[in-house]
Structures are given as C-alpha cells and as structure tokens.
C-alpha cells in the first residue's frame, strides 16, 4: 500500500511539474523581418545574439516594402528592419508596426556601383542614360533602394534619360547588389556599403555631392504581432549595443550622421519620398 501511494504521488508530481519545466526550458524564439540591405552585418549579429542569449532568430530577409505584406498576410512578427523610415511610416499607416518603437541603426548613402574594372567607363549619375548602358536598381515600388534610386533619377531630371536603360528591377537590396557582382548589368544604383560586401568583384562609383537629395537611415521597430516584447527589445537593444554599432562599422555603415554627411553635405535625412507620377507614366508606356 505504501508503494502505491509513493508511485501515485511521484506521478503527480511529473505531471504537475514536467508541463512547467518544459515551458521554461523551451527555447526561446524572435521571428524578425529583415531589409536586406543590412544582410550582411545581421548575419554576423544574429549569429552572435543566439550564442550568447540562447535565443533562436528566425530571420526572413527581403524587400522592405515585400517584408510588410508578408507580416500583413502571415500575421506575425515580432521585430521589422527596414532600409529606410520610408517603409516604417507605410507600416504604421497599416498598423503593421508600434508607433514610436522604431530606433534608429545606421545611415545609407546611395552610390553608383559596378563591375570591377568598370567596362562602360562610368563616372557620374547622367552616365547611366548613355547608349548601351545597361543599368539595374531595386523595384521602386517593394525596395526601399529602388525609391532612392528614382528619387535620385527624378531630382536631377534624369528619369526619362535612365528609365529606358534599366535592364533590371531586382526584389531586394541584396538581388540588386547580385546584378553588379555577376556583370548582369554595367552598372547599379545602390548603397555604397555595396562595394565593402564584395570588394573584389565591384567598384564604388561616388555621386557628386550636390546631386544626391536624401541620405537613409536603417530604422528597426516593434511588429503589433510582437509575442514577447521584452524579448524582441533585448535583440533591438543588442542590435543597438557599442557590438552590435562596431559590426555595421566594420562592414562600412555609418554610424554618425556626420560621417554619412560628407558625402551628400545638402541632403535631407530620413523622411518619406511617394513615386512621381513620371515614373508611372515612364513604366506604363514601356509596357
């Protein structure tokens, strides 16, 4: 009898304790929606934030614009990068992210990249509407580089000169930076970090200084779908940390606003650009 109530007693204690033990030994996890315009630092990042916070970070990297329709249609998420505020302002309007949780990460400064070697001689923004330049750049309407890139075009009257030359519409800062790497096009617009990601295979071709309108900032924030906010504002904040800040560094982000500033002393910071209706126009008669 006493055996009896022993192995009874022992087996409700497992079955009391055991769920509580599991849950708090399950490990933990932060679904982040990422630009990937940052992909090469975040991996490194992401990488040591696992290791050292036993937290699992499932990341899904893409077009700014493209990662809010798939927060939209799947519900979830609990942080969003973007590669510019651009976006975070689309998702607050959609109510997709927490107003005022976006802090912001590092600048951007758009560049002209190409091929190493630079086979079409390209030396500033109007070369890219020469004859038999092919050109690439994000998708205008999903990337947040595309939206520079046509805002650059527009803002020095360039748009019906290059339009007709671009080759490519690529889904995201990473596929856009592909094109120069492979030599699928003879030039890109894209960030200047580009040519630290693969130094070997592209060449930063500067835009004069006069001619660039607006520098980004990376701004990261708090999806509505957030499951664990504390959780998601220790990643945001290891992001954030002198590490996190020394690893975008090292792969040629700025930091400083003054830094990014040199290169575009005249250029507004942040804030949002809406597409031309030229840009319309120019696309719906090419089709």
Known sequence: MIRVFLLSACISFILTVYPVYAENNARKEIIFFCGSAVRVPMDEIIAKYQVEKKVKVSVIYSGSGGLLSQMELSRRGDVYLAGSP??????????????????????????????????????????????????????????????????????????????????????????????????????????????????????????????????????????????????????????????????????GYYTDLNEAKKFAPNATVGGEYKLPEEYFKIINNER
């Open 86 to 251: 651009d976006y975070i302002a689309i998702g607050e309007r959609k109510n997709l992210l927490i107003k005022g949780s976006d802090e912001l990460v590092a600048y951007l400064v758009p560049a002209i990249i190409v091929p190493k070697g630079n086979p079409k001689n390209i030396g500033s923004i109007e070369d890219l509407g020469n004859k038999g330049v092919r050109v690439g750049i994000g998708n205008p309407e999903t990337v947040c580089l595309g939206l520079y890139g046509i805002e650059l075009l527009s803002a020095n009257n360039l748009l019906n000169k290059v339009m007709p030359n671009v080759a490519v519409f690529a889904k995201s800062c990473e596929d856009t930076a592909m094109l120069a790497v492979l030599n699928k096009v003879d030039a890109i617009l894209g960030w200047d970090v580009f040519e630290s990601w693969n130094p070997k295979e592209v060449e930063w071709i500067k835009i004069d200084k006069d001619k660039i309108p607006r520098i980004a900032y990376i701004p990261i924030a708090l999806s509505v779908f957030v499951k664990d906010r504390s959780l998601a504002m220790d990643f945001i904040e290891y992001v954030l940390s002198p590490e996190g800040m020394s690893i975008f560094k090292k792969w």
